[in-house]
């Protein structure tokens, strides 16, 4: 027990140590516009980012009357789906309701969860850019309340893909990480990943912030 918690101390402390070496995901959107910032990490008490497995999770959402948007795989990886759920704000899937975890070779497991369709099964390899699902509102979402919630954790490892696979609502500890997105009315968008920290989203800001994505070749 000793040697697995100075492997996970050790771990979690290469992974968020520095900024410049948070871990890279790509943007689970297609669209490089449209997509709002409902809840973003360290939301304030009273919201669901405060436990250590969502503490940096963003919950991303297309406007309200717009279709549901398609989801893509943010890395290379490993898949593990559940997608058993068929209504909203229910205990399903843990609370998550249709959910896929990506585990990377690295230790990085990326957390897509309440999503309407699930695209890929357990066991499958996928590659970044991959369609996986669609967004929706299964599980503990509250009504009328679509969105992706997004989340990075690390080590998937120190457990293995199998405890995973058994325990629907287990993750690591939620770690901060970046993605190739950005805000103009903040003055992020200088083309490099943005520390997901530095997001504004609405329950922070009390309105309604845009994220945008861009293309990006060096990660």
Known sequence: MIKKLLFLTFNLFSFIVLADNLPY?????????????DQGAQSPVGNSHTHLNTLYALDLATPKGADAAGIYASSDALVIAYGECKDFNTNCGAGFGNHIKLLREDGILIMYAHLKKVAVKTGDKILKGDFIGVEGNTGLTGQDNRHLHFS?????RIYGAEYFKMYLGSLPDSIPYRMNICQQSY???????LDIRKLKCRRITKKTEWVQSFPICVE
Do not use: E, M, S
């Open 25 to 37: 995901v790509a943007y689970p959107f297609q669209t490089a516009r449209g997509i709002l910032c």
């Open 152 to 156: 990075v954790h690390a080590d998937w």
């Open 187 to 193: 003055g992020t968008c200088n083309g490099q990943p």
